[in-house]
T-cell receptor, first 117, second 113 residues
Framework: EAGVAQSPRYKIIEKRQSVAFWCNPI?????LYWYQQILGQGPKLLIQFQNNGVVDDSQLPKDRFSAERLKGVDSTLKIQPAKLEDSAVYLC???????????????FGSGTRLTVV | GQQLNQSPQSMFIQEGEDVSMNCTSS?????WLWYKQDPGEGPVLLIALYKAGELTSNGRLTAQFGITRKDSFLNISASIPSDVGIYFCAGLNYGGSQGNLIFGKGTKLSVKP
Protein backbone atom coordinates (compact mmCIF):
# COMPACT_ATOMS: atom_id res chain seq x y z
CA GLU A 1 0.00 0.00 0.00
CA ALA A 2 1.37 3.40 -0.97
CA GLY A 3 1.92 5.77 1.94
CA VAL A 4 0.89 9.36 2.48
CA ALA A 5 2.60 11.51 -0.16
CA GLN A 6 3.64 15.08 0.56
CA SER A 7 5.38 17.72 -1.50
CA PRO A 8 7.59 19.61 -1.54
CA ARG A 9 10.01 18.05 0.96
CA TYR A 10 11.70 21.37 1.69
CA LYS A 11 10.79 25.01 1.18
CA ILE A 12 12.62 28.20 2.06
CA ILE A 13 10.74 31.50 1.75
CA GLU A 14 11.07 35.03 3.00
CA LYS A 15 8.67 36.35 5.60
CA ARG A 16 5.49 37.81 4.18
CA GLN A 17 5.65 35.51 1.16
CA SER A 18 3.06 32.81 0.57
CA VAL A 19 3.59 29.06 0.37
CA ALA A 20 1.48 25.97 -0.33
CA PHE A 21 1.91 22.35 0.63
CA TRP A 22 0.26 19.35 -0.98
CA CYS A 23 -0.80 16.02 0.49
CA ASN A 24 -2.18 12.86 -1.10
CA PRO A 25 -3.49 10.45 1.56
CA ILE A 26 -3.62 6.68 1.44
CA UNK A 27 -6.27 5.54 -1.01
CA UNK A 28 -9.62 5.09 0.66
CA UNK A 29 -8.73 7.03 3.81
CA UNK A 30 -11.63 9.34 4.51
CA UNK A 31 -9.95 11.38 7.23
CA LEU A 32 -7.02 13.69 6.58
CA TYR A 33 -5.07 15.75 9.08
CA TRP A 34 -2.50 18.53 8.89
CA TYR A 35 -0.10 18.80 11.80
CA GLN A 36 2.56 21.41 12.55
CA GLN A 37 5.75 20.21 14.24
CA ILE A 38 8.05 22.91 15.55
CA LEU A 39 11.64 21.85 16.21
CA GLY A 40 11.92 20.05 19.54
CA GLN A 41 8.17 19.62 19.92
CA GLY A 42 5.59 16.99 19.18
CA PRO A 43 3.20 17.49 16.26
CA LYS A 44 0.20 19.74 16.87
CA LEU A 45 -3.06 19.41 14.94
CA LEU A 46 -3.93 22.30 12.62
CA ILE A 47 -6.96 20.93 10.80
CA GLN A 48 -8.90 17.70 10.35
CA PHE A 49 -11.01 16.81 7.30
CA GLN A 50 -13.62 14.10 6.99
CA ASN A 51 -13.96 13.54 3.24
CA ASN A 52 -14.13 17.12 1.94
CA GLY A 53 -15.61 18.68 5.08
CA VAL A 54 -13.74 20.33 7.94
CA VAL A 55 -14.21 18.52 11.27
CA ASP A 56 -11.84 20.52 13.45
CA ASP A 57 -9.92 23.69 12.60
CA SER A 58 -9.91 25.20 16.08
CA GLN A 59 -6.09 25.44 16.18
CA LEU A 60 -5.63 26.77 12.66
CA PRO A 61 -4.47 30.44 12.58
CA LYS A 62 -7.15 31.41 10.13
CA ASP A 63 -5.84 34.90 9.54
CA ARG A 64 -2.93 33.43 7.60
CA PHE A 65 -3.49 29.67 7.19
CA SER A 66 -6.03 28.02 4.92
CA ALA A 67 -6.60 24.45 3.82
CA GLU A 68 -8.89 22.68 1.42
CA ARG A 69 -9.75 19.17 0.34
CA LEU A 70 -12.05 19.86 -2.56
CA LYS A 71 -12.77 16.35 -3.86
CA GLY A 72 -12.26 14.50 -0.61
CA VAL A 73 -8.92 13.08 -1.70
CA ASP A 74 -5.80 15.25 -1.81
CA SER A 75 -5.41 18.42 0.17
CA THR A 76 -3.47 21.68 0.14
CA LEU A 77 -2.38 23.81 3.08
CA LYS A 78 -1.50 27.44 2.42
CA ILE A 79 0.20 30.11 4.47
CA GLN A 80 -0.19 33.72 3.42
CA PRO A 81 1.67 35.78 4.56
CA ALA A 82 4.31 33.66 6.31
CA LYS A 83 5.93 34.69 9.57
CA LEU A 84 9.26 33.62 11.04
CA GLU A 85 7.46 31.53 13.68
CA ASP A 86 5.84 29.42 10.94
CA SER A 87 9.17 27.67 10.42
CA ALA A 88 8.34 24.04 11.14
CA VAL A 89 7.69 20.66 9.60
CA TYR A 90 4.16 20.33 8.24
CA LEU A 91 2.95 16.75 8.46
CA CYS A 92 -0.03 15.28 6.71
CA UNK A 93 -1.68 12.14 8.06
CA UNK A 94 -4.64 10.03 7.07
CA UNK A 95 -6.80 7.37 8.68
CA UNK A 96 -9.44 5.00 7.45
CA UNK A 97 -12.04 5.74 10.03
CA UNK A 98 -13.29 9.04 11.32
CA UNK A 99 -11.55 8.73 14.68
CA UNK A 100 -8.61 6.62 13.62
CA UNK A 101 -8.20 5.05 17.01
CA UNK A 102 -9.61 1.58 16.62
CA UNK A 103 -7.37 0.62 13.72
CA UNK A 104 -4.10 1.64 15.28
CA UNK A 105 -3.72 5.31 14.72
CA UNK A 106 -2.80 7.43 11.79
CA UNK A 107 -0.29 7.08 8.96
CA PHE A 108 1.93 10.12 8.56
CA GLY A 109 3.70 11.42 5.50
CA SER A 110 7.36 12.46 5.58
CA GLY A 111 6.44 16.11 5.94
CA THR A 112 7.43 19.40 4.37
CA ARG A 113 10.16 21.32 6.18
CA LEU A 114 9.44 25.04 5.92
CA THR A 115 12.06 27.65 6.74
CA VAL A 116 10.95 31.28 6.84
CA VAL A 117 13.82 33.78 6.72
CA GLY B 1 -6.04 22.28 26.57
CA GLN B 2 -4.83 18.75 27.11
CA GLN B 3 -1.10 18.34 27.60
CA LEU B 4 1.16 15.34 27.83
CA ASN B 5 4.31 15.30 29.95
CA GLN B 6 6.86 12.93 28.48
CA SER B 7 10.07 11.95 30.23
CA PRO B 8 12.94 11.80 30.03
CA GLN B 9 13.63 14.43 27.38
CA SER B 10 16.71 12.58 26.20
CA MET B 11 18.64 9.41 26.95
CA PHE B 12 22.17 8.29 26.14
CA ILE B 13 22.59 4.57 26.59
CA GLN B 14 24.95 1.76 25.71
CA GLU B 15 23.95 -0.81 23.12
CA GLY B 16 22.31 -3.76 24.83
CA GLU B 17 20.82 -1.75 27.68
CA ASP B 18 17.10 -1.56 28.39
CA VAL B 19 15.24 1.73 28.04
CA SER B 20 12.16 3.03 29.78
CA MET B 21 10.19 6.19 29.06
CA ASN B 22 6.81 7.39 30.21
CA CYS B 23 4.04 9.82 29.55
CA THR B 24 1.53 11.39 31.91
CA SER B 25 -1.53 13.49 31.32
CA SER B 26 -3.76 15.74 33.39
CA UNK B 27 -6.80 14.18 31.72
CA UNK B 28 -7.82 10.71 30.59
CA UNK B 29 -7.49 9.22 27.13
CA UNK B 30 -9.32 6.36 25.41
CA UNK B 31 -6.25 5.35 23.46
CA TRP B 32 -2.51 5.66 23.95
CA LEU B 33 -0.12 5.43 21.03
CA TRP B 34 3.66 5.32 20.81
CA TYR B 35 5.45 6.61 17.71
CA LYS B 36 9.07 6.74 16.59
CA GLN B 37 10.34 9.52 14.37
CA ASP B 38 13.58 9.34 12.41
CA PRO B 39 15.24 12.52 11.08
CA GLY B 40 13.44 13.88 8.04
CA GLU B 41 10.56 11.47 8.36
CA GLY B 42 7.08 11.47 9.80
CA PRO B 43 6.22 9.56 12.99
CA VAL B 44 5.75 5.82 12.56
CA LEU B 45 3.38 3.91 14.82
CA LEU B 46 5.05 1.41 17.15
CA ILE B 47 2.32 0.31 19.53
CA ALA B 48 -1.35 1.18 20.07
CA LEU B 49 -3.12 0.63 23.41
CA TYR B 50 -6.91 0.67 23.66
CA LYS B 51 -7.79 -0.49 27.16
CA ALA B 52 -6.79 0.63 30.65
CA GLY B 53 -4.26 -1.80 32.11
CA GLU B 54 -3.43 -3.26 28.70
CA LEU B 55 0.14 -4.47 28.22
CA THR B 56 1.22 -4.93 24.60
CA SER B 57 4.49 -6.04 23.04
CA ASN B 58 5.95 -5.52 19.58
CA GLY B 59 9.25 -7.37 19.35
CA ARG B 60 11.62 -5.77 21.84
CA LEU B 61 9.10 -3.04 22.64
CA THR B 62 6.55 -3.26 25.43
CA ALA B 63 4.01 -0.60 26.31
CA GLN B 64 1.32 -0.31 28.94
CA PHE B 65 -1.86 1.73 29.22
CA GLY B 66 -2.07 2.98 32.82
CA ILE B 67 -5.10 1.91 34.85
CA THR B 68 -5.96 5.53 35.61
CA ARG B 69 -6.00 6.18 31.81
CA LYS B 70 -3.75 9.17 32.47
CA ASP B 71 -0.40 7.56 31.79
CA SER B 72 1.53 5.12 29.66
CA PHE B 73 5.05 3.78 29.47
CA LEU B 74 7.25 2.29 26.79
CA ASN B 75 10.13 -0.12 27.40
CA ILE B 76 12.75 -1.13 24.87
CA SER B 77 14.82 -4.17 25.75
CA ALA B 78 18.34 -4.91 24.57
CA SER B 79 18.71 -1.66 22.60
CA ILE B 80 20.46 -1.66 19.24
CA PRO B 81 21.88 1.26 17.19
CA SER B 82 18.82 1.44 14.93
CA ASP B 83 16.67 2.28 17.97
CA VAL B 84 18.12 5.80 17.75
CA GLY B 85 15.42 8.38 17.15
CA ILE B 86 12.74 10.40 18.87
CA TYR B 87 9.93 8.54 20.58
CA PHE B 88 6.57 10.25 21.04
CA CYS B 89 3.62 9.27 23.11
CA ALA B 90 0.22 10.39 21.90
CA GLY B 91 -3.20 10.30 23.47
CA LEU B 92 -6.43 10.03 21.57
CA ASN B 93 -10.02 10.54 22.58
CA TYR B 94 -12.44 9.51 19.89
CA GLY B 95 -16.09 10.08 19.79
CA GLY B 96 -18.37 12.61 18.19
CA SER B 97 -16.55 14.69 15.66
CA GLN B 98 -13.16 14.76 17.33
CA GLY B 99 -10.28 12.38 16.87
CA ASN B 100 -7.07 14.32 16.95
CA LEU B 101 -3.90 13.06 18.58
CA ILE B 102 -2.30 14.98 21.44
CA PHE B 103 1.47 14.43 21.38
CA GLY B 104 4.12 14.61 24.07
CA LYS B 105 7.32 16.54 23.40
CA GLY B 106 9.30 13.39 22.70
CA THR B 107 12.19 11.43 24.16
CA LYS B 108 15.38 11.55 22.12
CA LEU B 109 17.23 8.25 22.31
CA SER B 110 20.91 7.92 21.50
CA VAL B 111 22.55 4.48 21.52
CA LYS B 112 26.30 4.10 21.82
CA PRO B 113 27.65 0.97 20.07
Amino acid sequence: EAGVAQSPRYKIIEKRQSVAFWCNPISGHATLYWYQQILGQGPKLLIQFQNNGVVDDSQLPKDRFSAERLKGVDSTLKIQPAKLEDSAVYLCASSLRRTGGAIGGYTFGSGTRLTVV
Amino acid sequence: GQQLNQSPQSMFIQEGEDVSMNCTSSSIFNTWLWYKQDPGEGPVLLIALYKAGELTSNGRLTAQFGITRKDSFLNISASIPSDVGIYFCAGLNYGGSQGNLIFGKGTKLSVKP
